[in-house]
């Protein structure tokens, strides 16, 4: 089953968490693109499970192969297709949960929709492990855009009840969006960072799971990239970041909060700043009517706790048409928020993309 979006630029997504590998493909990046493998190396370990206690104890090197697209570390044109082999896998543990679907999870109506035959070994293709491979295709893509004068960067900016310093929208640095980038854990406080571990901790000691959500900024932008309605800045991005399993919320700017607000509260006010057009504040995110602004991109996406958790769980029995109580075996994160971060990020960083090739302006 692939998995695939876009137009000019297309991301497809194929494999199985406990299948041979899992792939990504890349088209319609152009050729000439100078790539580095070392720096593709850094974001795949920041999403790498087993590097943290914080995680699960799976582990898996995803070493991207580069089976296509690339010669001597430059795009060639071709589709840039990337390989990562699935190594360490515990197929038995989830033998239960076959016909014992997990609350929360794709197993139910992915048993009703493939009549019985989906493959639930790590959750098959549900699983979050096809983050791995979208990590990889984006890491590739922020390098295409940082050649552009464009970064992208995030953090963790909640875990629960206990929240990291929020961005100032209309004043981010791309300097810290890639010292934040270059991190497992991302937060821009160190108290934060320190709480929310602990809070992580207390939760995986429960037998338990939490969620939270992250942020991440895209600077550098030119003005009037997009297009209103459907073809809007926040479609393609939402789009492209609910590829991300676990996303259940997307919001740009104030998001949310500006149902709260009068409009001259959450009006952002235009000056000139040596002969550019900025805005004194950022509340709609860098985007209006579909299209960017100049300003800072600030998107926001709220992760669901992990739905494999050691406590028991009331669930049905698909085989006997009874209620049953589960008890999930197997390695899950407690928390998958600091995981998923540099995969949001990927996903920004190739919806950003897609953008620009659809306005002629990569």
Do not use: W
Request: charged share 20%; aromatic share 6%; hydrophobic share 40%.
């Amino acid at each position: 089953m692939i998995s695939s979006f876009g137009n000019k630029i297309r991301i497809a997504i194929s494999g199985e968490s406990h299948g041979p590998y899992i792939e990504a493909v890349l088209s319609g990046i152009p050729a000439g693109e100078k790539i580095d493998i070392d720096e593709i190396a850094v974001q795949m370990s920041r999403r790498a499970p087993g590097k943290d206690k914080t995680s699960t104890p799976r582990k898996e090197a995803d070493v991207p192969q580069f089976v296509s697209g690339l010669d001597g570390g430059v795009t060639t044109g071709e589709d840039i297709r990337i390989v990562i082999e699935n190594t360490n896998t515990h197929s038995q543990d989830y033998n239960n949960l076959k016909f014992t679907p997990r609350p929360s999870h794709a197993d139910y109506p992915a048993y009703v929709k493939y009549k019985g035959e989906a493959d639930m070994r790590g959750s098959g293709h549900f699983s979050g492990r096809l983050t791995a491979p979208l990590t990889a295709a984006g890491a590739v893509c922020k390098q295409i855009l940082a050649r552009r004068g464009i970064t992208v960067g995030g953090h963790i900016y909640n875990i629960g009840d206990v929240f990291d310093i929020a961005f100032n929208g209309a004043t981010v640095d791309a300097n810290i969006l890639n010292g934040l980038s270059s991190r497992y854990f991302s937060t821009l406080s160190s108290d934060a960072e320190k709480e929310m571990r602990e809070y992580i901790l207390d939760a995986a000691n429960d037998g338990d799971s939490i969620g939270g959500c992250v942020e991440v900024a895209v600077t550098g932008m030119p003005v009037g990239i997009g297009n209103h309605m459907f073809g809007g800045v926040e479609n393609i991005i939402s789009s492209v970041v609910y590829g991300v399993p676990a996303v259940k919320g997307v919001s740009f700017g104030a998001g949310f909060d500006f149902a709260f607000l009068r409009g001259s509260e959450a009006n952002d006010p235009y000056y000139y700043d040596n002969g550019t057009v900025k805005t004194a504040t950022n509340n709609c995110g860098g985007i209006v009517g579909g299209m960017t602004t100049g300003m800072p991109i600030i998107v926001k996406a709220a992760l669901k706790p992990t739905p494999s958790i050691f406590k028991e769980q009331n669930t049905v029995d698909l085989i006997s048409g009874q209620d049953t109580i589960l008890k999930v075996n197997g390695r899950h994160d407690p928390c998958i928020v600091p995981r998923a971060l540099p995969a949001v990020e990927a996903a920004v960083a190739i919806a950003i993309t897609m953008l620009l090739a659809e306005d002629n302006a990569l």
